[in-house]
Nanobody, 125 residues
């Protein structure tokens, strides 16, 4: 089992950048495909980005393409989400998740086995 702890959220102005971190403990993060999801008030949780075990493959939601970059440092047991050109519609709680699935693009929340507690990102206009 792995424990995930997100950090790096905050209140920023539109156009700013933030880097979210997800630190894993209990088991090496290299055992999992990792994903970022977000949930805005009154909305369902939605996929943001996913990275393969090796870090060689990433997948992004259309809303994240060109602005967000997901990366991982298996030596530090940490994954990151660099978010640039933030918009008010990016406001949400961002969750890190780990998937044991060895197949597929892992864009659905049900494909993930472990979740962090989330970190709030608020983008003001």
């Amino acid at each position: 089992q792995v424990r995930l702890v997100e950090s790096g959220g905050g209140l920023v102005q539109a156009g700013s950048s933030l880097r979210l971190s997800c630190a894993a403990s209990g088991r090496t993060v290299s055992s999992y495909a990792m994903g970022w999801f977000r949930q805005a008030p009154g909305k369902e949780r939605e996929f943001v980005a996913r990275i393969s075990r090796s870090g060689g493959t990433t997948v992004y939601a259309d809303s994240a393409k060109g602005r967000f970059t997901m990366s991982r440092d298996n030596a530090k047991n940490t994954v990151y989400l660099q978010m640039n050109s933030l918009k008010p519609e990016d406001t949400a709680v961002y969750y890190c998740a780990a998937s044991t699935s060895a197949t597929g693009w892992n864009t659905k929340s049900w494909e993930y086995d472990y979740w962090g507690q989330g970190t709030q990102v608020t983008v003001s206009s």
